[in-house]
């Protein structure tokens, strides 16, 4: 069994009377795939905002690869590439000067930033677009931009805000081949966050389901195929099964 590289240990978490998380676990393993599901306001968001210490635990205990997100922030956020719903570009500039000035605040030289950002584009199929400035792009271009630049520097921890969400299905396609190759060959943990189940079965290896702040159910999607005889699986079903008994509880 591969070793934690996120813990969550009784996470609470509150904004006024807003509880969003409500003392949740959570363990993802090194190298894995981990899909974050439940409905608007589950806590997903918040969560990822505590993995990168962006925001801090009412209580309870949140460690990246041994860190504390709170106290070793910067550390941990070195260790990141992101998405999140708001793309961050700087619109005026080119997709290349967005880039290049990402991967010299990673660190990475030239020589090498600008073979990873040709490689990057080309698998997006936006090489033509290297030169042009970002503002004017459609929503789906804007998010390969800010794909790239989440996976420029290879990335030991990867976090994605709904990452195919206005993307065509040649560019999730290959988005999925990479994340796969960024845990099976470099080891890296990516934490996701979406609604499109049949996308969760066909790249995830773990999912947790969120729901009012806590984890109500965590599996590896192996585990759940050889318990349903492989083809008969269905994640949209279980997840409405699971969502249907959390709310019979609720109502007890």
Sequence with gaps: MRMAFIEMKQVSKS????????????????????????????????????????????????????????????????????????????????????????????????RDYDARIDTLLARFNILDKKNLAVKGFSTGMKKKVALVRALLHRPRLLLLDEPTNGLDPVSIERLRSMLKELAE?????????????SEVERIADQIAILRQGRNIFTNTLDTLRRETGGGSFDLERLYMKIEGQADEDGRD
């Design 15 to 110: 904004f006024g009377s807003v509880q969003a998380l409500n003392r949740l676990d959570l363990d993802i393993e090194q190298g894995s795939i981990c899909a974050l599901l439940g409905h608007n306001g589950a806590g997903k968001t918040t969560t990822l905002r505590l993995i990168l210490g962006l925001l801090s635990p009412d209580s309870g205990e949140v460690a990246v690869s041994g860190l504390n997100p709170e106290t070793d922030g910067d550390e941990v956020r070195r260790l990141c590439g992101v998405l999140s719903e708001d793309t961050g570009l700087y619109e005026p500039l080119s997709v290349y000067d967005n880039l290049s000035y990402f991967a010299r605040l990673y660190g990475m030289k030239r």
């Design 185 to 197: 060959e470099n080891g890296a943990t990516i934490v996701l966050t979406t609604h499109n189940l």
